[in-house]
């Protein structure tokens, strides 16, 4: 049976739009891997992001991941000491000319910061609001409507499901699991299908003394299975930038492992085609390894 594997790239910052987004898009042509970025759309304020200093695990993940070599200090001071550069105005070619290159393209958030951080507190007009700021700056760059959404730091509820069935999206990916599911939170099932990421990102690995960063294209490879779809999330800031090699050897390996990529859209209009045959599933916040805080996953 052959392994199928689909990329999803989460872009959450100015320099990750402008940097890694066009070196992605170079290695996955040249590998001929199809992928969906989804792009934050607003203000960058990746530098308000030092309030998960009270989360559990954030100092271990910030001393393993080497976050300033990553982001940069420019970018870790956007929206504190430095104004926060709005992404969308700025970067907008720069993501038209992903689509163009017939990549899928999404919506991660339009306030990274804001939507990671706060979307648990915010009530449902907030997140109805949020969500369309991003909606309207991604319809502005692009001239149609996004048909699918990420949710930033795998934050999801109730109310930004219900907000995502407003706008009538394809699917969404906004959680960590095992299969595609229609998510069901507090007893209600929702009709967005939901593809997760199945695969440990490679922040969640790198820096650990039982990953050195030799390893970890083959510690993925050693993760695919040959009975589902596997989803792998990547990020503009990580894979197109600071471990950029990383992933390049990743996907070599994966073509000389025969491994066959997939589109996360095809993927999901084939799903939906039976609809009847897509489980339904709890969604349920949990902590994994590697991350700090709960996010969003499929329980078992």
Excluded at 68 to 93: F, K, M, Q, S, W
Aim: with cysteine; aromatic share 8%; glycine share 10%.
């Amino acid at each position: 049976m052959a392994v199928r594997l689909a990329l999803k790239v989460d872009v959450d910052t100015d320099r990750g739009t402008r940097e890694g987004v066009p070196s992605l898009a170079a290695d996955l042509r040249e590998f001929g891997a199809p992928a969906c970025f989804l792009f934050s759309l607003g203000p960058d304020q990746t530098g308000r992001a030092i309030t998960r200093v009270f989360r559990p695990g954030f100092f271990g993940k910030v001393s393993r991941t080497s976050v300033v070599e990553l982001y940069g200090i420019r970018t870790l001071l956007n929206g504190t000491l430095l104004p926060a550069p709005h992404i969308g105005r700025r970067n907008a070619d720069a993501m038209r000319a992903v689509r163009d290159a017939g990549f899928e393209v999404g919506i991660h958030s339009y306030n990274h910061y804001r939507w990671q951080d706060h979307v648990q507190g915010m009530d449902l007009a907030a997140v109805r609001s949020e969500f369309g700021a991003a909606r309207s700056e991604f319809a502005r760059i692009f001239g149609a409507e996004a048909q699918t959404a990420g949710a930033a730091g795998w934050q999801s509820n109730e109310r930004s499901r219900r907000v995502y069935e407003e706008a009538n999206l394809l699917y969404s990916s906004d959680t960590r699991g095992t299969c595609p599911f229609f998510p069901r939170i507090g007893g209600n099932v929702f009709r967005t299908l939901e593809v997760p990421s199945t695969l440990p990102t490679l922040d969640e690995l790198m820096g650990r003394p039982e990953f050195p960063d030799a390893t970890l294209a083959a510690h993925l490879m050693s993760l695919l299975k040959p009975d589902r779809l596997n989803v792998f999330t990547l990020h503009a800031e990580i894979e197109g930038m600071g471990r950029r090699g990383i992933f390049r050897e990743f996907l070599a390996a994966c073509r000389s492992a025969g491994i066959e990529f997939v589109g996360l859209g095809d993927e999901a209009r084939a799903l939906l085609a039976d609809r009847g045959a897509i489980p339904v599933c709890d969604q349920a916040m949990a902590s994994i390894d590697g991350r700090s805080g709960l996010i969003a996953t499929q329980a078992a």
